[in-house]
């Protein structure tokens, strides 16, 4: 069994209107020095299967993560 994260961001150029909105709050805050925030999302799950990481390679193409707005990475432990 694998323990698997995928992480997705929107990819370089797509505005992150979440990412600005916490930019925004942390600079109100205080902490100035906060700069170009980017939200992002993890996903994590346990994988019984073979060939793990072209399968969940499959689920980002198929499901997890929208290609053409985001990017992914994998982490197999």
């Given amino acids: ?10 990819k370089p150029g797509v505005l992150d209107v979440q990412g600005k909105a916490v930019e925004g709050a942390l600079n109100g ?7 170009n925030v980017r939200v992002g999302k993890l996903i994590e799950f346990d ?4 060939d793990v990481e072209a399968e969940v390679k499959r689920m980002c193409e198929t499901l997890l ?13």
């Avoid at 805050?29 to 700069?35: P, T, V, Y």
């Avoid at 994988?47 to 073979?50: K, M, V, W």
């Fill in 1 to 10: 069994m694998a323990k698997v994260r995928v992480h997705v961001f929107l």
């Fill in 47 to 50: 994988y019984a299967g073979d």
């Fill in 29 to 35: 805050l205080g902490w100035s020095g906060a700069s």
């Fill in 65 to 77: 993560a929208n290609t053409v707005i985001e990017s992914y990475r994998i982490e197999v432990q």
